[in-house]
């Protein structure tokens, strides 16, 4: 129990923090499994790396490769289930777009500097894309990143469909090997 007041219950897998080893002492005993779901991410981010830009798309990329981290190290967790991930990305990706289209379509008429409006429609994609996942029960923090890499990157429907079939292929890959996945933080 904590001294901060909030009753927080231990998750099945995970273990006390104590003093930090070099380590995670679980490794030895579960190391086929940290070799197994790290093989799953870094194979499903290359596929992603595959088809994106990844010299103009890289806050695109960063974002999946977080959510490919979150899938395959805590898979039991609220953020790396398939409504977070789907729901996240749906939002995420509305927020952007619509923030990306505000952000040039009032650019002009208010005669603020176009270099400055992403800046602050950046900041409002992230806003925004948080409150309706809190809203909607769908919080995936990489999510938000995608909403923000939609303002200040280049992007076009490609880019849309890319962001979709990785997440889809996230919650695919998810739940084929879901049996032989577990909590590894």
């Known amino acids: 129990m904590r001294d901060d007041g909030l009753d927080r ?50 806050a695109i990329i960063a974002s999946i490769g977080a959510s490919a981290f979150m899938v395959f190290t805590s898979p039991g967790s609220q953020p790396a289930g398939y409504r977070s991930l789907l729901g996240g990305y749906s939002v995420g990706v509305v927020s952007g777009v619509v923030c990306t289209i505000l952000g040039r379509s009032i650019s002009p008429v208010t005669d603020i500097c176009w270099a400055g409006t992403p800046i602050v429609m950046g900041g409002v994609a992230v806003g925004l894309s948080t409150f309706l996942m809190v809203l909607t029960d769908t919080e995936h923090p990489p999510a938000a990143a995608i909403a923000l890499a939609l303002v200040i990157n280049r992007w076009n429907a490609m880019s849309i469909l890319v962001i979709g079939a990785a997440v889809l292929l996230l919650v695919l890959v998810r739940f084929s090997f879901k049996k032989h996945l577990r909590d590894l933080i």
């Open 9 to 58: 219950e231990k998750r099945p897998g995970q273990r006390e923090r104590g003093r930090r080893k070099l380590l995670d002492p679980d490794f030895f005993r579960y190391a086929w499994y940290y070799l197994f779901q790290c093989f799953l991410a870094m194979a499903t981010v290359v596929g992603v790396l595959l088809v994106l830009d990844y010299t103009d798309q890289t």
